[in-house]
């Protein structure tokens, strides 16, 4: 090879093929050349685990600046950390990956040695709720979702029903905890000159801000309901959209109403569906007795419960009563 075969080339030339694992092969007493397609390929091989070797490392050193309680991005670990909460969530599968994460961190390989690490690496809250998790309910909404939200919050769709009827001249009020975001029902009543009384049900319309079919629709159909939970709430609708739709206090909101018409002894005489424009007026529950004593519309309702629970009760007494006879109402 060098024009020279003295023992010291030549045993220079043997230590150089020995180590050499790219260019050439051992086969039986001699050294042949490998084609240049097996060459590159094991070049690809190579920088590949080279690659893997450095993401390693560099994963180790976030591990590391997180035990210190430092910040970390763990967008290029996303991938690892996800096999690993698929581990703790579905522990009767467990991956070669997961094992593969935790061997490398010295973890014991079982679901608590990884929940434990998901905690100290700020990736779940001692308190995670793995119900939730499991659950595969959405915790966050599609950017496409957003985008819609964001343009019927800017520019509403048409108004299904242009022609609502106006109660901005009652008072509505809405009964919920003080933390609620979602207010959802309230109630107002109206004195007739007769002597009946009007109850007015408001249900908030969120139909006001979708169109049927578009991707604000299809996210509401997929979660159903919004979540309340100790940890928090999951919203059925992005939030810049669920504080319009809400009920919310001092402000004028489109809804649904049923109008309940009563006699003087709060029997129902007659009920109708309506669109509505209205403002509520919020109450929190706990001060409820107390603002009832002061506010004389608020008094109303509060007042009309105990007939209204009467009046409910002898119709459904004579309901029993009619079935035992074998009479169909």
């Known amino acids: 090879m060098f024009s020279e075969q003295s023992p010291p080339v030549c045993y220079a030339a043997y230590l150089l093929l020995s180590d050499d694992k790219i260019y050439f092969k051992h086969k039986g007493d001699l050294y042949e050349p490998r084609p240049t397609s097996q060459v590159e390929e094991i070049k690809h091989q190579l920088a590949v685990e080279a690659q893997r070797q450095r993401e390693r490392a560099e994963f180790l050193s976030r591990i590391d600046r997180a035990r210190q309680g430092k910040t970390v991005d763990w967008s290029q670990d996303r991938a690892r950390l996800e096999i ?42 001692k308190h995670e709720n793995l119900f939730l998790r499991r659950s595969a309910y959405p915790l966050s909404f599609p950017k496409k979702v957003l985008d819609v939200a964001q343009q019927y919050w800017q520019s509403p769709p048409p ?3 242009p022609g609502r009827l106006d109660l901005t001249h009652l008072k509505v009020y809405t009964i919920d905890d003080e933390s609620t975001m979602e207010i959802d029902d309230g109630l107002s009543v109206e004195l007739c000159e007769d002597g009946s009384q009007r109850l007015w049900i408001h249900i908030a319309d969120p139909t006001r801000l979708m169109s049927p079919g578009d991707e604000l629709d299809l996210e509401a159909r997929r979660r159903s309901t919004s979540l309340y939970l100790p940890t928090g709430t999951i919203s ?10 809400s009920l919310e206090h001092g402000k004028e909101r489109l809804g649904l109403c049923v109008e309940i018409d009563l006699d003087p002894q709060c029997r129902i005489t007659g009920t109708r569906l309506r669109r509505v424009i209205a403002t509520a007026q919020a109450v929190p529950v706990k001060r409820m007795g107390d603002a009832a004593s002061t506010n004389a519309g608020l008094q109303q309702v509060w007042d009309m419960a105990g007939p209204i629970r009467r009046a409910l009760g002898k119709q459904v007494d004579t309901v029993a009563q009619d079935s035992r006879g074998g009479r169909s109402v």
């Open 236 to 245: 059925m609708f992005p939030k810049e959209l669920e504080e319009r739709m």
């Open 84 to 125: 690993l909460e698929r581990f703790v969530l579905q522990p009767e599968s467990p991956s070669r990956q997961a094992m593969e994460v935790l061997e490398l961190l010295e973890r014991s390989q079982t679901p608590q040695a990884a929940f434990e690490l998901m905690v100290e690496l700020g990736w779940w809250s």
């Open 159 to 161: 108004d299904p029903d």
